[in-house]
């Protein structure tokens, strides 16, 4: 089991930067998978982007590519969404979560393959 926790949410204006963080605890955290997802109100939980174990080979939903990265630090337990240019339609909890498994992007970006989670942080972009 792997315990994880979110910083860095807030309110912030279109087209500003955030930086999300995750640090994870209860488990070796360099064998495993980092995602982020997010969930508008009135909305299904979708992928955001995944970084696997080493901190290569990131992807990232359409929706962010070229506005978001993913990235971790090994030695500090963490994983971070960096967040650029960011619009209304970013509003959302976001969460991290945690794959044990290394898989292709087209299939490592299903939520069911992440076992556990973080309890959420709260993104507001205003216009």
């Known amino acids: 089991q792997v315990q994880l926790v979110e910083f860095g949410g807030g309110l912030v204006q279109a087209g500003d930067s955030l930086r999300l963080s995750c640090t994870a605890s209860?488990?070796?955290?360099?064998?495993?998978?980092m995602g982020w997802f997010r969930q508008a109100p009135g909305k299904e939980r979708e992928f955001v982007g995944r970084?696997?174990?080493?901190?290569?080979?990131?992807c990232y939903a359409d929706s962010v590519k070229g506005r978001f990265t993913v990235s971790r630090d090994n030695a500090r337990n963490t994983v971070y969404l960096q967040m650029n240019s960011l619009q209304q339609e970013d509003t959302a909890v976001y969460y991290c979560a945690a794959d044990f498994t290394p898989r292709p992007c087209d299939v490592g970006r299903e939520a069911r393959y992440f076992a556990s989670w973080g309890q959420g942080t709260q993104v507001t972009v205003s216009s």
């Open positions: 209860g488990r070796t955290f360099r064998g495993l998978v």
């Open positions: 970084v696997l174990q080493s901190g290569d080979t990131a």
